[in-house]
C-alpha cells in the first residue's frame, strides 16, 4: 500500500510540473561561431535578427551575429543521467516495498534495489537516447540560414501569448561575447 500511495503521488507531482513552462517553445541549446554552447532553453520568440529563450526564469535575446549554430532536444548525457536517477529511484522504492532479502537488512536490500535500478534505467536511458531525433541546424550568422530556421520552427512552435512576454521582459538580458 505504501508503494501504491508513494507512485500515485510520484505520478501527480511530475504531472504537474510538465505543464509549468507549455506556453514556451522548443527546446534548444546555441552554439556560437567558434562551437562553444553561449545558451540554451525554449524558444519565446524569433525575430529577423535576434532569437529569445526562456531559461532559468529569465529570457535572453541572442543576437544572429553571435549564433553559429542550433541543436535540438537535449544531449544524450542528459537522457542517460535521469534513466539512471528514475531507475535508481524506482528501484529502491520497490526492494522497500518488498520482503528483505535472505542474507540482506532492508536497508541492504534497498541500496541493492537502487543500485540495480540505476543500471536498468541507465540502458534504458541509453536505448532512447540513440533513438531519439535530434537536429542539426547551421546558421554560422548568415542570415538566408536563419530565415530558413525560422520558418522550419514555425510549424512546431507554439504562439507565445502577449501576456507572457510582457511579464518576462523585465528579466531579459543580452548576451555578449
Known amino acids: 500500500m505504501k508503494f501504491f500511495l508513494l507512485f500515485v503521488f510520484?505520478?501527480?507531482?511530475s504531472a504537474s510540473a510538465q505543464n509549468l513552462h507549455q506556453t514556451t517553445g522548443s527546446f534548444i541549446r546555441v552554439f556560437n561561431l567558434d562551437g562553444q554552447k553561449i545558451a540554451n532553453g525554449k524558444i519565446v520568440s524569433m525575430t529577423t535578427d535576434t532569437l529569445s529563450l526562456f531559461s532559468a526564469k529569465k529570457v535572453r535575446d541572442i543576437p544572429l551575429e553571435k549564433i553559429g549554430l542550433f541543436k535540438t532536444k537535449r544531449d544524450m548525457g542528459h537522457t542517460i543521467g535521469l534513466g539512471a536517477a528514475v531507475g535508481c529511484i524506482l528501484g529502491g522504492v520497490a526492494a522497500y516495498a518488498g520482503d528483505d532479502g535472505l542474507?540482506?537488512?532492508r536497508g541492504e536490500f534497498v541500496v541493492a534495489g537502487g543500485i540495480s535500478g540505476a543500471a536498468e534505467g541507465t540502458a534504458t536511458g541509453s536505448v532512447i537516447a540513440i533513438t531519439k531525433k535530434r537536429k542539426v541546424y547551421v546558421i554560422n550568422g548568415v542570415k538566408n540560414c536563419w530565415e530558413l530556421f525560422r520558418i522550419s520552427m514555425s510549424s512546431i512552435m507554439p504562439k507565445v501569448s502577449e501576456?507572457?512576454?510582457d511579464a518576462l521582459?523585465?528579466?531579459t538580458?543580452?548576451?555578449?561575447?
Open 10 to 13: 510520484v505520478l501527480t507531482a
Open 103 to 105: 542474507f540482506m537488512t
Open 163 to 165: 501576456d507572457y512576454n
Open 169 to 171: 521582459q523585465p528579466k
Open 173 to 177: 538580458n543580452t548576451i555578449h561575447q
